[in-house]
């Protein structure tokens, strides 16, 4: 062991001569280590809440910043030294909630075990198909036929994990004949929303936040303010299904469509897929040059 650490303190005491490296001992390493481990977990907690818009606003805004900086705009700058302390105390109110769960899962962890079970190869789920849009649109207008209420949501780009654990898991094959069970009166799961994710119904009872908007009218019931609501606060597409009027609304990117047939709903749900469908390709393009450049570089 101690020819080892020998070994390995030569090695650096050369590096840094002929590379100019700075010297690096066995507790830099530990906090490299430590370090990486947090930026992780901090990374996926943003990934699983409204945050990941956030963060991805954030950096925009430091872009600017560092151009300002560099042309040397001293009004914007002497606004920003001005607003950072009182953003990180409106982030940190903003975000409670979001920051005491994240907290509290970590209590709950088992840390050794979670990074080793790190599945750095995982794949993503994939998005919704055409039978899935046409299960969807059959069950919302069989339902509104009879009136019975139904709140669905179909999960985007932004991970809905904080509404999913308000609910009950369900992480069944979305069919009309499960929609149709799921929100049939006096049964256990009928009540709150269901999170759609590719074809997947993942969970059900979810509660969702209600809008603030005083332009929706005042015949719409709490159904309507949380599709709006959860629309405003993610890019989900949320379907409703009135249990008075048995009338089918979508709610997205903050305004509702009422009473809406079924061409255009399934209109809706296929311009969802096919820009799903462009980010995934878009993704898979840039991992497979990724992917070349490293081989090239190897055969180099």
Known sequence: MQNMRAAWDTFWEKASLYMDVPKMTRTDIVEIVIITIL????????????????????????????????????????????????????????????????????????????????????????KFSDKTINELTKACYAMGKVKTGALIVLENEITLTEYERTGIEVDAILTSQLLINIFE?????????????????????????????RALSKELGTRHRAALGASEASDCLVIVVSEETGNVSIAMGGKLNRNIDADFLRSRLQLLQKREQEVSKIKSIKRRLTNAKKAREKDH
Not at 47 to 56: G, I, Q, S, V
Not at 88 to 117: C, D, H, W, Y
Not at 191 to 209: E, F, K, N, Q, S
Request: hydrophobic share 55%; with cysteine; aromatic share 10%.
């Open 39 to 126: 930026l992780y977990y901090v990374l996926i907690w943003i990934r699983n809440t409204r945050a990941w818009a956030l963060l991805k606003g954030l950096l925009v805004i430091l872009v600017f910043v560092g151009i300002a900086a560099l042309f040397q705009m001293n009004t914007i700058i002497w606004i920003v030294k001005n607003t950072v302390s009182v953003t990180i105390i409106a982030l940190v109110v903003v975000f409670q909630p979001e920051m005491r769960r994240a907290l509290e899962n970590l209590g709950r962890k088992n840390i050794l075990t979670s990074i080793f079970s790190i599945e750095f190869n995982k794949t993503v789920e994939g």
């Open 185 to 213: 009166k006096n049964t256990p799961l009928h009540d709150g929303a269901i999170i759609v994710r590719g074809d997947r119904v993942v969970a059900a009872t979810c509660y969702l936040p209600l809008t603030d908007s």
